[in-house]
């Protein structure tokens, strides 16, 4: 079973930069991932699916500012010029065997 | 406008049994796998069930293995959710998510509060 691994919590300040990180399980280390923001009392959003090899396809509407890149077993989703509407419950979530795994969730504070 | 709308969230004694709905529109519902995942208070979001696109094959976590069932009606362009024996540690917001190689929408989740 794939497992994803996200560091619990970060922040950062406002107008910077921040790199949230997800890492695969090593026997799963090329899956493509998807990034989900989650706003305090509202449903999730996908943010972009991200493949192994770095390419990523962001959903309607997403900013500019949200990015993504891939090194090995390792799956960044990069925020930059920060606001405070980024501060949100970030989860990365694969899939396999036709069902849905996700991380712990990175929950990201604007300073 | 592509929408999800979840229903029949509720306060429910344990042991006790409630149906979730998820209303679909805007896309063409029947094209599409579906899924039910849940976020309990203070825990990261969790993967609960699977439909097909024709309601042919199903898939559950362990977690619920047994005690819950999911279906859709493609005419009603809707999924549900029936869910028996409740216990406090299926309290949680319940989501509804399209597949598109993992979800792409989302609704906005009912509550589901499993309590005496």
């Known amino acids: 079973q794939v497992v994803l691994t996200q560091s619990p919590s970060i922040s950062a300040s406002l107008g910077a930069s921040v790199r949230l990180t997800c890492t695969l399980s090593s026997a799963h280390s090329s899956y493509s991932i998807a990034w989900h923001q989650q706003q305090p009392g509202k449903g999730p959003r996908c943010l972009m699916k991200?493949?192994?090899?770095?390419?990523?396809y962001k959903g309607d509407g997403i900013p500019d500012r949200f990015s993504g890149s891939s090194s090995g077993a390792e799956r960044y989703l990069t925020i930059s010029s920060l606001q405070s509407e980024d501060e949100a419950d970030y989860y990365c979530?694969?899939?396999?065997?036709?069902?849905?795994?996700f991380g712990g969730g990175t929950k990201l504070t604007v300073l | 406008e592509v929408q999800l709308v979840e229903s029949g969230g509720g306060l429910v004694q344990p042991g006790g049994s409630l149906r979730l709905s998820c209303a679909a529109s805007g896309f063409t519902f029947s094209n599409y796998w579906m899924h039910w995942v849940r976020r309990a208070p203070g825990k990261g979001l969790v993967w609960v069930s699977r439909?097909?696109?024709?309601?042919?094959?199903?898939a559950y976590a362990d977690s619920v293995k047994g005690r819950f069932t999911i279906s859709r009606d493609n005419a009603k362009n809707t999924m549900n959710l029936q869910m028996h024996s409740l216990r406090a540690d299926d309290t949680a917001v319940y989501y509804c998510a399209r597949d598109l190689g993992g979800p792409d929408i989302w609704g906005r989740g009912t509550v589901v509060t499993v309590s005496s």
């Open positions: 439909v097909n696109n024709d309601g042919s094959s199903t």
């Open positions: 979530q694969t899939w396999g065997s036709a069902i849905w795994v």
């Open positions: 991200l493949h192994g090899d770095g390419s990523h």
